[in-house]
């Protein structure tokens, strides 16, 4: 009796910092991380042999009184696009709702 074992290893990498990952579960998953290259920010890791670019897109309009995401430099941050040659995936970053009871 022949009996296989299943073993599923995947590399991830990060084309902004030098992180590198290596996991080994079978259902699909993908890695993130608070990324040096991007200040801080939480941003996904990428297959090995993938190319793309993942960048942070900054907030452009009117901050009032939410309390958005900020890089490690003060500056919001609306989300991390992460661009491929099939396509753009995009991780949102919401400012948080606040409110006063008075």
Known sequence: M????LHNETRWSCPNCTLTQVTQETEPHTRFHGCRGLRGL?????????????EAVERT???GRE?????????PVM???T?????IDCAVLA???MGDLR
Request: hydrophobic share 35%; charged share 30%; net charge neutral.
């Open 83 to 87: 661009t491929r040659d099939d396509g």
């Open 79 to 81: 989300a991390v696009r």
């Open 2 to 5: 022949t009996v296989f074992a």
């Open 95 to 97: 400012p948080l709702a």
């Open 42 to 54: 939480t941003a996904p890791m990428i297959r090995d042999g993938v190319r793309c670019k993942v």
């Open 67 to 75: 309390t958005p995401q900020l890089d490690g430099d003060g500056r």
């Open 61 to 63: 309009d009117y901050v």
